[in-house]
């Protein structure tokens, strides 16, 4: 800014757009792949299902740009921030993120977000893809929090003074609409509370180790439109679905309520020799969704036929554990993670599939086993190698009375500025 001569009326202009626009930042990321399946037209979580006749396939599965501003007050604390993000991709162009977030400065300890954004809730759903060793979330984080973003408000206790006694706290505590970006608006007037209670990396002593976690709650739900509900209960003797027909049911608050903890563990291996991870989350609760998924709805669920699709209440547990170790140096890494997601507890294996039962594929359980290695070329380029085992429970059911042939591999590059 030296060359702009500031007496000039071209100069003042010049310095006032500075001035003014000096807090704006780009940032973005794109991330081609190529995947192979173990069979043509597997069903997929680690980018989406393939055709019927493909088992092979190139796909852009990420093209984010996002726009970000900030002001700062004098002293150096952040008063507000926008921030915008799109995603553009070969199936089309998406909003991601699109929030304001207001920062309190007589205290610096609140803030108040409101708009498009990521859920509070666990660690997995909030690491950015950019980020994330792995090229997808675990299957339980895609399923409970598709697309991971929703419409609501949000504040946050976090302390910006360094010296704050509670410098290491992190509370959000938000209300969101329920179905987030899988629906163009909310179809019930229940909100969905969500809050994360977090600790930030601390050291262990002298060793350098960090360690932090967190607990979240959602504790949220939709409205019946139907009369038919279901839950588990005994059919024929056995574990089976059971139907409320009751009149009453319409109107009432079908529950959709999440606990999860989280810790993630950061071993230095010495400098420049990058480090060894260890991350675990596990969640359970209670899911309503319908009948051959267990995915949040995000319209009022209906048949074929038009007529309101009865809701199915399940409860669920899920958990991920990972290994991240680097080789030597930060430029190579290896990454391990084990995953499950149980949708329905109360049933399992053969006993999905049992006559009259009422079980469906929706109530399987997975279990997933990822393991690859990544180079990081430099701070704007970086190679993935990565490959799924996926594994089904073995039930009754026609076309999953054996381990289903859906191993995914996967190579990708990622290019960031």
Do not use: C
Request: hydrophobic residues 35%.
């Amino acid at each position: 800014m030296d060359m702009i001569d500031t007496t000039t009326d071209l100069g003042k202009g010049m310095m006032s757009m500075y001035q003014k626009y000096d807090a704006l930042r780009f940032s973005g990321y794109i991330q081609p792949q190529f995947q192979y399946a173990q069979s043509k037209g597997a069903a997929s979580y680690a980018g989406g299902d393939f055709g019927p006749a493909v088992n092979n396939r190139f796909t852009l599965r990420r093209g984010r740009i996002r726009v970000d501003y900030e002001r700062y007050n004098k002293v150096g604390m952040p008063v507000v921030q926008f921030a915008f993000q799109f995603d553009g991709t070969e199936r089309g162009v998406f909003i991601r993120d699109f929030y304001g977030r207001f920062f309190e400065t007589k205290f610096n300890l609140f803030s108040l977000a409101g708009g498009m954004f990521a859920r509070p809730f666990g660690y997995e759903v909030n690491l950015s893809s950019a980020d994330r060793e792995t090229p997808e979330r675990g299957r339980m984080s895609q399923i409970l929090m598709k697309t991971e973003r929703d419409l609501g408000a949000m504040l946050s206790f976090e302390p910006r003074v360094k010296n704050h006694p509670l410098a290491f706290l992190k509370i959000d505590v938000g209300a969101f609409n329920g179905q987030g970006l899988t629906g163009p608006t909310d179809f019930d007037s229940h909100k969905d509370i969500i809050s994360r209670i977090g600790i930030k990396p601390r050291k262990i002593g002298h060793s350098g180790i960090l360690l932090s976690g967190g607990v979240s709650v959602l504790y949220g739900g939709m409205e019946q439109f139907t009369n038919n509900i279901y839950r588990m209960g005994t059919v024929n003797g056995g574990p089976g679905m059971v139907v409320d027909s009751s009149k009453n049911n319409v109107g009432k608050i079908a529950p959709r309520h999440y606990y999860g903890a989280d810790f993630q563990l950061k071993i230095p291996n010495g400098k420049g020799k990058g480090s060894t991870q260890f991350r675990a989350e596990y969640i359970r609760g209670q899911q309503t969704a319908t009948a051959f998924t267990t995915e949040t709805p995000g319209v009022i669920p209906v048949l074929p036929d038009g007529k309101l699709a009865p809701l199915y209440i399940r409860s669920f547990d899920g958990a991920y554990l990972y290994f991240i170790q680097n080789l030597g140096s930060d430029q190579h890494q290896v990454v391990v993670r084990y995953d499950w997601y149980d949708p329905n507890k109360k049933v399992k294996g053969t006993e999905i599939g049992r006559p009259g039962a009422g079980l469906t594929p929706a109530d399987i359980r997975y279990n997933t086993l990822g393991f690859g290695y990544l180079y990081y070329a430099n701070e704007h380029l970086k190679f993935t190698f990565y490959y799924d085992w996926v594994k089904n429970e073995h039930t009754l059911l026609p076309g999953y009375t054996e381990d289903l042939k859906d191993n995914i591999f996967t190579a990708r590059m990622q290019f960031r500025f």
